[in-house]
Structure formats: C-alpha cells, structure tokens
C-alpha cells in the first residue's frame, strides 16, 4: 500500500511539475515570438486563459480526487498563475529587440516557473490533508502566505501601469486584494463572519497604504511594495490575534493602525 501511495505521489508531483514547465514555457514563448504590442484588453484575455487553464490542469494532476474546499486551493493557484502572466507581460509591455531583455526575461521566467511549482505542490499538500491530516500543510499555508504577497504586489502593479482609467484601476485593485485575501484566511481555517471580518480590514488597510502613495509619481515598481507591507502587517497582527469571552483583544490594534495610516494619507495629501 506504501509503495502504490509512493507511486501515486510522484505521478502528482510529476503532472504538477510538467504543468508549471508548460506555463512557464508558453509565457517565454510568447514574448518570444510575437512581434506587435499586445493591447491592454488582449492580455487581460490571455490572463484569464491562463486562469481556465491551470484550474482544468490542476483537476487532472491530482486525478480528479477533491473536494469542494479543493476549489479553493486550485482557484488560489491559477489565480497565482494569472497574476505572473499578467505581470510578465506588463513589465516587457513593449517589444524587445536587445539580447539582454530576453536574458532578464529568460531569468523571470525560470523564476516563475519555480513559484508556479511550489504552488501547486501546495494545492497537492492542503488537498490532501482535506482527505488525512499531515504535517506538511503548515508548510502549505506557508506557501499561501508567500504567494499571497506575489499576487499582491503583481496584480497592483499590473492595473497601475496598465492605462486603464482611474475608475476603473482602483476597484480592479481592491477587488483583487479581496479575492487574494479571502483565499489565505480560507486557507488559515477561517471562516464565516471571521474570514468576512478579517478580509475586509486587510483589504482596507492595504487599499489606503496603496492610496497614500498612488499618485505619489511613475514608480508603479516601488509604489507596488506599499499595500505588500499593509499585507503583511494585517496577517502579522491576524495570526496573534487572542479572542476571549468572544471578542477580539487585538481589535484596538486594527483601530489604532488604521487611524496611522490614514493620517499619514492626510499629511502626505496635504504636503503634496
């Protein structure tokens, strides 16, 4: 029974791996070959192919054998993969010509196809643990956790460079903060009126980190990292949080902070 598990592992481990080349190898192969600018509403298309894609893969990687919660994993993942191609083929917007780009864009590219490895390593590992508890799902909530800050910080900078109007860029953003958000806590065994709770306040305190500095000049690259911090502090202050007698202690933190920030928004606008 070991042995037919053992084997049943490196078939998964084997299809995810041939997945994440195959992703990786489509996005060089892309810029690569094309020789005219993509518009704006023609990558959005790609992006969401990718999306479809990844989650038909992923269904036939782990043989079909999930669950509803599975789902959520398998969405969390090719929403990972959306978000690289996305920002992949913002950051070569334009067309290149010179050896190096290509070389910059070979190193991405092998770098995404690591990140996309891992991920779906860690849809196999909560996957699982929804069938038998194992010791390596903290490992994939790790992974969560870090692609979290990935997806973040590309979906950011792909909406604030991508042209798009204002209107329509910021609502873009905070619905993707929601969406990435949610999946992590999901992820973290937080549910119901928790997770809504949870999701709203990271969101908030990201969207106006992010809003201190929008309009703060053309550095989409560094303006991006702003909402990571939101992020990470939210998740930080999350993970310790202590609820006793049903309320939450760590409530005035999340006041405090918020009031922080949107005094900084306040001084920075007026400074501005």
Same mark, same amino acid.
Request: with cysteine; aromatic share 16%.
């Given at each position: #029974?070991? *042995?037919?598990?053992?084997?049943?592992?490196?078939?998964?481990?084997?299809?995810?791996?041939?997945? &994440?080349?195959?992703?990786? !190898?489509? #996005? +060089?192969?892309?810029?690569?070959?094309?020789? %005219?600018?993509?518009?704006?509403?023609?990558?959005?298309?790609?992006?969401? $192919?990718?999306?479809?894609?990844?989650?038909?893969?992923? !269904?036939?990687?782990?043989?079909?054998?999930?669950?509803?919660?599975? *789902?959520?994993?398998?969405?969390?993942?090719? !929403? =990972?993969?959306?978000?690289?191609?996305?920002?992949?083929? +913002?950051?070569?917007?334009?067309?290149?010509?010179?050896?190096?780009?290509?070389?910059?864009?070979?190193?991405?590219?092998?770098?995404?196809?690591?990140?996309?490895?891992?991920?779906?390593? #860690?849809?196999?590992?909560?996957?699982?643990?929804?069938?038998?508890?194992?010791?390596? &799902?903290?490992?994939?909530?790790?992974?969560?956790?870090?692609? &979290?800050?990935?997806?973040?910080?590309? =979906?950011?900078?792909?909406?604030?460079?991508?042209?798009?109007?204002?209107?329509?860029?910021?609502?873009?953003?905070? $619905?993707?903060?929601?969406?990435?958000?949610?999946?992590?806590?999901?992820? #973290? %065994?937080?549910?119901?009126?928790?997770?809504?709770?949870?999701?709203?306040?990271?969101?908030?305190?990201?969207?106006?980190?992010?809003?201190?500095? &929008?309009?703060?000049?053309?550095?989409? %690259?560094?303006?991006? =990292?702003?909402?990571?911090?939101?992020?990470?502090?939210?998740?930080?202050?999350?993970?310790?949080?202590?609820?006793?007698?049903?309320?939450?202690?760590?409530?005035?933190?999340?006041?405090?902070?918020?009031?922080?920030? *949107?005094?900084?928004?306040?001084? =920075?606008?007026?400074?501005?």
């Amino acid at each position: #029974m070991k *042995l037919d598990d053992t084997n049943v592992d490196n078939e998964k481990r084997g299809k995810l791996l041939l997945l &994440a080349a195959l992703v990786a !190898l489509s #996005m +060089f192969l892309s810029k690569i070959v094309l020789r %005219e600018q993509l518009p704006v509403w023609r990558i959005l298309v790609d992006a969401g $192919i990718y999306f479809f894609v990844v989650v038909i893969g992923l !269904l036939w990687s782990l043989n079909f054998q999930v669950k509803k919660k599975s *789902l959520l994993y398998i969405s969390q993942a090719a !929403l =990972f993969v959306m978000s690289q191609s996305l920002f992949v083929d +913002f950051f070569f917007f334009q067309k290149f010509n010179r050896i190096y780009e290509a070389f910059i864009l070979l190193i991405l590219i092998v770098a995404v196809f690591f990140a996309c490895y891992f991920v779906f390593l #860690m849809v196999n590992t909560l996957n699982v643990n929804l069938f038998k508890p194992i010791p390596l &799902a903290q490992v994939g909530r790790t992974i969560s956790y870090i692609s &979290a800050i990935f997806m973040v910080y590309s =979906f950011t900078f792909t909406f604030l460079i991508s042209g798009l109007p204002s209107y329509v860029i910021f609502p873009l953003i905070l $619905i993707s903060y929601l969406i990435v958000v949610a999946l992590h806590y999901s992820n #973290m %065994e937080i549910d119901g009126k928790e997770l809504s709770r949870k999701t709203s306040i990271t969101s908030l305190l990201m969207a106006v980190l992010l809003a201190a500095v &929008a309009f703060s000049g053309n550095y989409h %690259e560094l303006i991006s =990292f702003v909402p990571v911090v939101g992020y990470f502090i939210s998740v930080n202050l999350i993970t310790h949080e202590r609820i006793s007698n049903g309320k939450v202690r760590s409530m005035k933190l999340y006041i405090f902070l918020l009031l922080v920030v *949107l005094l900084s928004v306040f001084i =920075f606008n007026i400074k501005g």
